[in-house]
């Protein structure tokens, strides 16, 4: 059974924290992402990962860095968190390139507070 | 731009009823559509994944279509049930070249709810 795992369910931090978002999948897929989900905005990707220590932005990265020193592996890094940051987080994977006629699979989901 | 729109917004049936969720897309040159399920507060569990060169893909009581030509998909929900209220998800693979890399486009979503 595929699986993406995302490490918490929900967070609280405060404003100014640094903050670490871990994702972790089994399926040796190449392509990993991050998006946030809002009321009204819809999901919304703020980066992806193409291979080992490769990233591009997405459509919101502002705020955000990312990093993959493992295939499996997938980290978003809020350098100095705020209000506004408080959302629910998706990790994605799926396979590269090569296979692109295949499905991307999700994690459950971080719940960010940021008071 | 590319873009995805479903319609509609929220959906209310009573239980057993057929009902149709729609996806429509701004650039008819796409890899694949995939459809999802989201239950509140919870990931995103894929229902179906429908490639460019189908017309239609099954999945129990789902099926969902895809008319590449005019940027159309629908999602067929046979003889509802009040657990296949969630917001479905539809999202969009663009062939945009070069480092496309697979990133999907999601609609806003359809809430629909069945009720007994």
């Known amino acids: 059974d595929v699986k993406v795992t995302q490490s918490s369910r929900y967070l609280v931090k405060r404003t100014g924290e640094k903050v670490f978002l871990e994702c972790v999948q089994d399926m040796d897929h190449e392509n990993m992402f991050w998006y946030r989900q809002d009321p009204g905005l819809g999901l919304r990707l703020i980066y992806f990962?193409?291979?080992?220590?490769?990233?591009e932005k997405g459509d919101i990265p502002e705020g955000y860095s990312v990093s993959r020193e493992k295939k499996e592996r997938f980290s978003l890094i809020l350098e100095s968190a705020s209000t506004n940051q408080t959302s629910m987080y998706l990790c994605?994977?799926?396979?590269?390139?090569?296979?692109?006629?295949?499905?991307?699979?999700f994690g459950q989901g971080t719940r960010l507070t940021v008071v | 731009k590319q873009e995805v729109t479903q319609i509609p917004a929220a959906l209310s049936v009573p239980e057993g009823e057929n009902l149709v969720l729609n996806c429509s897309f701004t650039?008819?040159?796409?890899?694949?559509l995939q459809w999802f399920r989201q239950d509140p507060g919870k990931g995103l569990t894929s229902l179906l994944l429908?490639?460019?060169?189908?017309r239609e893909q099954t999945s129990g009581r789902l099926n969902a279509s895809l008319d590449k030509s005019s940027g159309r998909s629908t999602l067929y929900i046979a003889a509802s049930q009040p657990g296949d209220s969630a917001t479905y998800l539809c999202?969009?693979?663009?062939?945009?070249?070069?480092?496309?890399?697979?990133?999907?486009?999601f609609g806003q979503g359809t809430i629909l709810t069945v009720h007994p």
């Open positions: 429908i490639q460019s060169s189908q």
């Open positions: 994605a994977s799926s396979p590269g390139t090569v296979k692109m006629n295949t499905e991307a699979f």
């Open positions: 999202a969009v693979r663009f062939n945009a070249g070069g480092t496309s890399y697979g990133k999907l486009t």
């Open positions: 990962s193409y291979d080992v220590k490769m990233k």
């Open positions: 650039d008819s040159a796409i890899y694949n």
